[in-house]
């Protein structure tokens, strides 16, 4: 097992050294001049020898692969620079927003396994029913949904119409709250956003998890269970669903990045102060240090899911890290 781990962790650092560098090519011949961006609006009048005094005090008129390889060296000592915008330091940008993310799709991809895979299951168990038609056409329907305008159509409903739920923010502004009472509102506020991103989610993993338990229920060692005279209760959910949920790792461990990627809409529509929204608003005003600092936490969190899966898969079949 230390072997296969450390060959799978050894197989990340290549990885990640591409995806700094195509995320830093990219940003670099992206149009705008960042001194011009680094500078308040009111300097911006400085003469053209005073731009230039401040580009080389900033190291912009070096060679790019010098700058890269400066700014892979300050991102691997930790500092990963300065934001264009706020003028404070990446690492406390994205600190300050990053708990609110995990919250938000560590909810929504508890609540998604909680609600698909039962789903899945059922929808297995009782193929070809009127359940398995309204799931798979509930599913498909949430798969092809635009996250944004599922957003748009719950705002609209459950807090313009009935009023019942809060649109934006993570809290109410206009209360003084402590205790069990902030908690409460803190949930009342996740409740439409995790809807959100978990709609599609839940339709992708209960459909992979049907065709999963509908593979294994015709392998020889389920027949047997059955022959054994076992009730079909304990067939299914002690031999037939535990074997299925061998593939469903891949997805738990693929989710991870969504802990970001998939917020970046969700939050910006429901003001939801995270990572998806910060980095959607340095996208905006061209704050490329968080851009950067964003983009690789994001590659950060896709390699190391696909590490989760691979951990998992070891775990549950042992004769994957043998090879």
């Not at 070096?62 to 330091?89: A, C, D, Q």
């Not at 939801?272 to 964003?294: C, E, F, K, N, S």
């Amino acid at each position: 097992m230390t072997e296969y781990l450390t060959r799978r962790v050894l197989q990340m650092i290549p990885l990640l050294v591409f995806i700094s560098l195509l995320s830093f090519t990219i940003a670099e011949f992206t149009p705008g001049d960042p001194v011009m961006m680094y500078l308040a609006p009111a300097k911006r009048s400085l003469s053209v020898e005073e731009i230039d005094l401040l580009r080389h005090q900033l190291g912009l008129d070096k060679p790019v692969y010098i700058r890269y390889f400066s700014w892979l060296g300050h991102m691997l000592e930790g500092n990963w620079g300065y934001s264009l915008r706020t003028n404070n330091t990446v690492l406390n940008e994205i600190s300050a927003r990053l708990p609110n993310t995990i919250l938000l799709g560590g909810v929504s991809i508890i609540f998604t396994i909680i609600v698909a895979l039962p789903i899945g299951v059922f929808s297995a168990v009782k193929r070809y029913s009127i359940f398995d038609y309204l799931i798979t056409i509930t599913a498909f329907i949430g798969i092809s949904m635009p996250g944004f305008w599922l957003a748009l159509v719950l705002i609209e409903v459950f807090a313009n119409r009935l009023g019942i739920l809060p649109s934006v923010g993570m809290s109410s502004l206009s209360s003084n709250m402590g205790g069990f009472q902030n908690i409460l509102d803190v949930l009342k506020h996740l409740i439409l956003p995790v809807f959100t991103l978990s709609f599609t989610s839940i339709g992708n993993w209960s459909r992979y998890q049907r065709a999963t338990l509908l593979e294994i229920m015709n392998q020889d060692f389920v027949r047997t269970a059955r022959g054994k005279g076992l009730k079909e209760r304990i067939v299914i959910w002690r031999h037939a669903f535990r074997n299925s949920l061998i593939p469903v790792i891949t997805l738990a461990g693929l989710s991870l990045p969504d802990i970001v990627n998939g917020a970046y809409i969700t939050e910006s529509v429901f003001g939801w102060p995270g990572m998806g929204r910060l980095g959607i608003t340095a996208i905006q005003v061209r704050d490329y240090p968080i851009v950067m600092g964003v983009t690789m936490l994001s590659a950060l969190l896709v390699v190391v899911g696909n590490l989760v899966a691979d951990i998992g898969y070891a775990i549950v079949d042992p004769r994957i890290h043998q090879r």
